[in-house]
């Protein structure tokens, strides 16, 4: 059975840090494309962030390019977001999925519908 369990969501000021974390069971992620994505009250949900399979390549939204950096700990079977320089703007519910396939991560940001497996979420909020 696949489960993806979300960690990591705290409340902080704007400026500070954050790493979450994306722990896979049932499935190995270095076959996955993992992507995090997130959903603010009264807003669409948002991809945030991708690795492909390899972990060789990344994709980012605009608004967290230069503050978020996405990673895999193959050993650990965790995907993880570390959140630097948070801002208001940056508080929802963020969600890791995952996806079996090629070996992209520009294609899979650029197609959530794709993803299959999903996790539960952990919320982060961000206070100015």
């Known amino acids: 059975q696949v489960q993806l369990v979300e960690s990591g969501g705290d409340s902080v000021q704007s400026g500070g840090s954050l790493r979450l974390s994306c722990t896979a069971s049932g499935l190995t992620i270095d076959d996955y494309a993992v992507g995090w994505f997130r959903q603010a009250p009264g807003k669409e949900r948002e991809g945030v962030s991708c690795?492909?399979?390899?972990?060789?390549?990344?994709a980012y939204s605009s608004s967290v390019e230069g503050r978020f950096t996405i990673s895999k700990d193959i050993t650990s079977n965790i995907v993880y977001l570390q959140m630097n320089y948070l801002k208001p703007e940056d508080a929802a519910m963020y969600y890791c999925?995952?996806?079996?396939?090629?070996?992209?991560?520009?294609?899979?940001?650029?197609?959530?519908?794709?993803?299959?497996?999903w996790g539960q979420g952990t919320q982060v909020a961000v206070s100015s």
């Open positions: 690795i492909s399979r390899s972990a060789r390549s990344t």
């Open positions: 999925a995952a996806v079996r396939g090629i070996n992209s991560a520009t294609y899979y940001f650029s197609r959530p519908q794709l993803f299959n497996n």
